[in-house]
T-cell receptor, first 114, second 112 residues
Framework: EPEVTQTPSHQVTQMGQEVILRCVPISNHLYFYWYRQILGQKVEFLVSFYNNEISEKSEIFDDQFSVERPDGSNFTLKIRSTKLEDSAMYFC????????????FGDGTRLSIL | GDSVTQMEGPVTLSEEAFLTINCTYTATGYPSLFWYVQYPGEGLQLLLKATKADDKGSNKGFEATYRKETTSFHLEKGSVQVSDSAVYFCALGPQGAQKLVFGQGTRLTINP
């Protein structure tokens, strides 16, 4: 069964550095998402992306964050000038359609900011 | 704003016991409701969903009914197995939005 893949599984970065988290969504899916889960807290929506532009974003997704689909298969989340509080598990998801069609999640990237 | 509240975990049961994990929500309009499951070391997998009031979602022996009058979507299974041990997340999809809003997750452990 096709799946969403995320790399790396664990990323350790110094505070203030930029980090790029990578995702390969399921190939025929059109909607892409990023969520994060800070340890011990809820899974939180960051952003959704459709037709090469952001379709929805949360208050968390400020100027520090950006997303890109650089080619036909990858979907990336860039965090500029990372802060300690950016440490979390980041999940990528994709869905064939919008409107709450099932979202398929990757296994996540654990980001640790030192 | 939209929110989801799940029963506190962890929950520990014996094999073949009856399972209920409570979930209530706050939302405007007509959200869709979901249960996701996360097995150790894996991502979230959709377990079941319901898109309108009185709909029952079911999968792998799990069931949940969308109750608008009580704003609830409780997860049930009649006879759990050791392989059901995982973290279960209740979530809602607000009407007109793409995002999912998650509850805090309930860790379930089934002992043989």
């Amino acid at each position: 069964e096709p799946e969403v893949t995320q790399t790396p599984s664990h990323q350790v970065t110094q505070m203030g550095q930029e980090v790029i988290l990578r995702c390969v969504p399921i190939s025929n899916h059109l909607y892409f998402y990023w969520y994060r889960q800070i340890l011990g807290q809820k899974v939180e929506f960051l952003v959704s992306f459709y037709n090469n532009e952001i379709s929805e974003k949360s208050e968390i997704f400020d100027d520090q964050f950006s997303v890109e689909r650089p080619d036909g298969s990858n979907f990336t989340l860039k965090i500029r000038s990372t802060k300690l509080e950016d440490s979390a598990m980041y999940f990528c998801a994709s869905s064939k359609l919008g409107g709450h069609q099932p979202q398929h999640f990757g296994d996540g990237t654990r980001l640790s900011i030192l | 704003g939209d929110s989801v509240t799940q029963m506190e975990g962890p929950v520990t049961l014996s094999e073949e016991a009856f399972l209920t994990i409570n979930c209530t929500y706050t939302a405007t309009g007509y959200p869709s409701l979901f249960w996701y499951v996360q097995y150790p070391g894996e991502g979230l997998q959709l377990l079941l969903k319901a898109t309108k009031a009185d709909d029952k979602g079911s999968n792998k022996g799990f069931e949940a009914t969308y109750r608008k009058e009580t704003t609830s979507f409780h997860l049930e299974k009649g006879s759990v197995q050791v392989s059901d041990s995982a973290v279960y997340f209740c979530a809602l999809g607000p009407q007109g939005a793409q995002k999912l809003v998650f509850g805090q997750g309930t860790r379930l452990t089934i002992n043989p």
